[in-house]
């Protein structure tokens, strides 16, 4: 069985992230309700001019972002992957959604999840079940 390993990283800026152990443990139970297995994750914080060379580079965009999720799962059951996150954009967007940082974190933190375990937020529809599972994982949180 492959490890579960959930790991925060930062590059290129500094951040710390809080509650990093209530933290992994609301992202594997989130996981393991869609019925999948969490592996090797790792969350990297980084600038938006990282993630705007890293949405150059791999996925030929030349826009910001808040998230680009890489899925490095081998296994069908096993959820394994690199998910960047631009702290910019998160803070940029909580003061827009008048929402608190913390909050805006943990949003996208699960919608990188999201993204490894199937989900896709093409389309309407598709962005409509995507919040609505974020909603929902925001609000099994206890901590």
Known sequence: MSQEKIQFHSEEITYILKQKEHI???IKASIREEG???S???FIFCSDAYLLNINNQYLHHDTYTD???FDNSEETDLIAGDIFISIDRIRE???TFHISEKDEVHRVLIHGILHLL???DKGNEHKN???SKENYYLSSRTF
């Open 67 to 69: 998230i680009i999720t």
């Open 24 to 26: 992994r443990k609301w």
């Open 93 to 95: 967007n909580a003061v």
């Open 36 to 38: 999948k297995i969490p």
């Open 118 to 120: 199937g989900y896709t």
């Open 40 to 42: 090797e994750i790792s």
């Open 129 to 131: 079940l995507m919040t």
